[in-house]
């Protein structure tokens, strides 16, 4: 039970850092998008470099392949992120990017033969319809932005399903310092290319602040995730949400309208019934081992 609230506590450590990383990348308006994830990846480089080197792990990475494709996808997506966070508001990118749990179902069933019951089909149609709310289909400036804030989710759902494969051969932090390295090797020829702008003032610290709060973010969200089950902390990731509201609100002056509050609100809702289905479904299948050793426990 201890473990437990650790990781819940951590998880929502995570999705706090990880909306103050949001905010940052909303902040530097003036500084290139490719710019901005280099500075973030390449902190993340130091940051897993020292955190593999103080548990005495290694740097080879056991599936290379699965590793490429992790960064390709999450590079990909962090890109995609940070391009919607520039152009609407700071509450509706990320919203919409929490769509990726939903993405990472779809692609756990198609490619690692996970199983889908009808309430998770359920909630995955319920966030479909709230991302719509968010979206608003229809021919404004705002259109093209908010799909891809939401083709930043697909995209992160391509990247934690691959993520679930290298559970079994590679640690986390070795995965975290190739995505690190994939991301600011790539984003230094785009970032000198797009217009290297040196930043100012208070832009520096806001710069280096988003780095530190993308590698406490994955720092805390990795901690969380070794005190308890994921799918016990996979409602709680939500929170995101509600920080980076009040920060839209505090920092941008932004507030959500009604629409993009509903669906906020519905996906959110479609999280907790998918959480609860996985919680269930976690019970049930403790209970049958139990059982199963009560039974072999009387034969003996």
Do not use: C, W
């Not at 997506?77 to 391009?83: E, P």
């Not at 909630?123 to 479909?128: F, G, H």
Request: hydrophobic share 55%; no cysteine.
């Amino acid at each position: 039970m201890e473990n437990r609230k650790k990781g819940i506590i951590y998880i929502i450590l995570s999705s706090l850092f990880f909306a103050l990383m949001a905010a940052a990348v909303k902040y530097l308006a003036n500084i290139p998008t490719a710019e901005k994830i280099f500075f973030r990846s390449f902190i993340g480089v130091v940051v897993a470099f020292t955190l593999v080197k103080r548990d005495g792990g290694t740097l080879v990475g056991n599936n290379k392949k699965l590793i490429i494709l992790r960064s390709i996808f999450g590079l990909s997506g962090i890109a995609a992120y940070f391009y919607a966070l520039s152009q609407i508001n700071l509450a509706d990118a990320v919203i919409l990017n929490k769509m990726s749990p939903f993405f990472v179902m779809i692609f756990a069933a198609l490619f690692l033969k996970e199983s889908i019951s009808s309430k998770q089909i359920v909630a995955l149609i319920i966030a479909v319809s709230g991302a719509l709310l968010v979206i608003r289909p229809g021919f404004d400036a705002n259109l093209i932005p908010a799909l891809i804030a939401l083709l930043s989710s697909v995209l992160a759902g391509m990247a934690y399903t691959v993520i679930r494969e290298l559970r079994k051969t590679d640690s986390a932090a070795t995965v975290v310092f190739y995505f690190s390295l994939f991301s600011t090797i790539a984003m230094f020829p785009f970032m000198l290319q797009g217009g290297f702008v040196v930043p100012q003032g208070i832009e520096i610290i806001v710069l280096i602040a988003l780095g530190v709060f993308a590698a406490a973010a994955q720092l805390f969200m990795t901690n969380a995730y070794r005190h308890a089950e994921a799918s016990e902390l996979s409602i709680y990731t939500y929170s995101n949400i509600v920080f980076s509201s009040i920060f839209a609100l505090l920092f941008f002056q932004e507030f959500p309208d009604l629409l993009s509050i509903l669906g906020g609100v519905l996906i959110i809702s479609a999280a907790y019934l998918n959480f609860r289905t996985k919680e269930k479904a976690l019970m049930t299948k403790k209970k049958r081992a139990k059982q199963s050793l009560s039974e072999n426990r009387a034969a003996l």
